[in-house]
């Protein structure tokens, strides 16, 4: 077998993982060369963000606990001038995607390195892509003031992430592996990474769902999460991410439900175009078709399979449409508006690959 020729740029950024390692958090501040965090949270997320600020005790600058998808523009601006307030010269970000995205928008005006402590499957916490949305558009761009220095993956903080949530969430990181495979800039290192991170997240679902306090399960999970999102952000997506965004900032749908939908239908899409990749998925998944495993693995274990079903309504579809041909972008396959309109009313209907 002959190697391509390829690029490869290796990411300085620390990672620990291992359950309890959220003990060494303030270790890990120190090793940052931090003395004030602003720790980040949702709302609903406030009683572990209290929980890490006492455990920082005076080295917790406060808590912010306004994090939402999508990260509006007005919160972003809100929560830098919290942190400028404040004295922070750092900032914690604990939970999923929406609170890691509101890190890298301070991190991204305001230079502070960030520490992410990931409760869920999102992978966000190992790119330096961030997205902010302002006037009903969701904006993406990449710069490595963002990524976080440092990540703390202790499975244990997982253990209460409810089944649905779980599920959701770890198809949205085999969306970043599956896309990673078949990207323009794609490499034999990352294809590694994705094909096991989708892999151990084929095998961690399925067994969250049946035991969703297994620690070995959400240790899987986690693990693949880590994979997955170190291939994100070392490597271009493609049709799927576009769509997601587009449906996403321009009609508020929940992200990782979103991906879940969405991603079986993009494959679909791609899958001759991109015949290595899909084999490589379909292969983690146990399965013939890759388009069409990531669909059963999300009908299967209880996760939404419709746009119709989360709020999308069919009289945005052409919009939606519009807005996914909007500034080209690469993709194994070219960007045909029937197809994509036709891809689109699939998802929202629900339809299996």
């Known amino acids: 077998m002959t190697i391509p020729p390829f690029v490869y740029n290796s990411v300085p950024q620390r ?17 940052l060369g931090a003395r004030r965090a602003l720790v980040l949270s949702t709302p609903e997320q406030r009683p572990q963000a209290e929980r890490v600020a006492d455990m920082l005790g005076s080295h917790a600058a406060g808590v912010f606990d306004r994090a939402v998808m ?20 750092c900032a914690v970000a604990i939970g999923g995607g929406s609170t890691t995205g509101l890190g890298k928008a301070i991190a991204l005006d305001s ?24 006037a009903g558009m969701k904006k993406t761009g990449k710069d490595f003031r963002v990524l976080p220095r440092t990540v703390i993956y202790d499975p244990e903080l997982s253990l209460s992430l409810p089944v649905g949530i779980s599920v959701t969430s770890g198809i949205n990181a085999i969306a970043h592996a599956a896309e990673g495979l078949y990207a323009v800039d794609s490499n034999p290192i990352m294809d590694l990474m994705a094909q096991e991170g989708i892999a151990a997240l084929g095998r961690a679902l399925p067994a969250i769902r049946a035991t969703p306090h297994d620690p070995g399960a959400r240790s899987d999970a986690l693990y693949g999460a880590w994979l997955c999102g170190t291939v994100l952000g070392n490597v271009g997506m493609a049709l799927h991410h576009k769509l997601c965004h587009t449906l996403g900032g321009s009609f508020n749908l929940p992200h990782a439900e979103t ?28 399965g013939s078709s890759a388009a069409q495993a990531v669909y059963d693995l999300a009908r299967d274990n209880g996760a939404p399979v419709a746009l119709r079903d989360i709020g999308m309504k069919e009289s945005d579809l052409d919009l939606a449409c519009e807005h996914a041909l ?6 194994p396959r070219p960007l045909e508006r029937a197809a994509i309109r036709a891809l689109l009313q699939d998802a929202w209907e629900g339809a299996r690959p």
Request: charged share 15%; hydrophobic share 45%; no cysteine.
């Open 15 to 31: 990672v620990v993982f291992g359950a309890g390692s959220l003990q060494h958090l303030a270790r890990e501040i120190d090793a």
């Open 70 to 89: 999508h990260v509006p523009i007005e919160t972003a601006r809100e929560a830098r001038e919290v942190a400028a307030r404040l004295g922070a010269d």
């Open 111 to 134: 230079g502070l390195p960030i520490l992410a402590i990931p409760t869920t499957y999102a992978g966000s916490e190992m790119t330096p892509i961030y997205g902010i949305t302002e």
């Open 259 to 286: 991906h879940t939908i969405v991603l079986p239908h993009a494959l679909a899409y791609n899958a001759e175009a991109a015949p290595q990749a899909m084999a490589r998925i379909a292969k983690a998944l146990g």
């Open 326 to 331: 909007k500034n080209q972008y690469p993709n």
